[in-house]
């Protein structure tokens, strides 16, 4: 049908399009797509730069733009290249001023640069040597949804969500958070839909909730 609504969807930090599995939306009413992580240029790639090379992914005119975290930073950088329909933020920020005072130490401190992005490049063995159940079934988790481990994109995709110079909210962005968001706390989150006891992995474990959210916003 060529009036469906076409929704394009970005993942979080090095996370693929499989955390969106979940998410069911009406099939008569839209067609869902979805984007993967490029690699960077090089680690000082800026942003809208990056953020230019998915125009030519995103194939239809006035589509919607889902991104989750910080695949919610870069959505909103797209959308100020190209005319789009909705840009629907999930357990991400609009703005410097939301993110927590912990994040702001993190990048004035310049203590990101010793972030163990390694360790995040070598998740696979999270898995093998964490013996407890609890422990191993989350390794697992990560090991299916954490699709990148180029320690080069993840130096780069760390710097740019703390050094994100966006001041301003952009008009008509929708943010969908979590109550219990654990890596950006609602309390510094303005004007949002709030997810009753959402962490910020709440695109998998709230998918039902946010697969209704989206529909409402789309369909009203």
């Known amino acids: 049908m060529e009036d469906k609504i076409h929704i394009?969807?970005?993942?979080?930090?090095?996370?693929?399009?499989r955390i969106f599995e979940f998410i069911h939306v009406a099939e008569d009413k839209f067609e869902l797509h979805y984007l993967e992580w490029l690699e960077p240029a090089n680690e000082n790639e800026s942003l809208p730069s990056y953020a230019a090379k998915y125009l030519k992914l995103i194939e239809h005119e006035q589509a919607v733009l889902i991104g989750v975290s910080f695949?919610?930073?870069l959505v909103q950088e797209i959308s100020?290249?190209?005319a789009v329909r909705k840009v629907i933020i999930i357990s991400s920020i609009k703005s410097q001023d939301e993110m927590p005072k912990r994040l702001k130490l993190l990048r004035s401190s310049g203590a990101y640069k010793f972030f163990p992005t390694k360790q995040i490049a070598k998740i696979?063995?999270?898995?093998?040597?964490?013996?407890?159940?609890n422990l191993k079934k989350k390794g697992e988790l990560y090991n299916?949804?954490?699709?990148?481990?180029?320690?080069?994109?993840?130096?780069?995709?760390?710097?740019n969500v703390l050094f994100w110079s966006n001041k301003s909210i952009q008009p008509g962005v929708i943010h969908i958070?979590?109550?219990k968001?654990?890596?950006?706390?609602i309390k510094h989150v303005k004007d949002c839909i709030s997810v009753e006891d959402g962490t910020h992995a709440m695109i998998i474990i709230k998918a039902k909730k946010i697969s209704a959210i989206i529909e409402n916003i789309l369909l009203v």
Request: no cysteine; hydrophobic share 35%.
């Open 8 to 17: 394009y969807f970005m993942p979080g930090l090095a996370a693929s399009s």
């Open 71 to 73: 695949g919610g930073i």
């Open 80 to 82: 100020r290249l190209i």
């Open 124 to 133: 696979d063995d999270f898995s093998k040597y964490n013996f407890h159940p």
């Open 144 to 159: 299916k949804y954490l699709s990148i481990r180029n320690e080069k994109y993840l130096n780069w995709a760390l710097r």
């Open 177 to 179: 958070h979590g109550t």
């Open 181 to 185: 968001d654990e890596i950006f706390p």
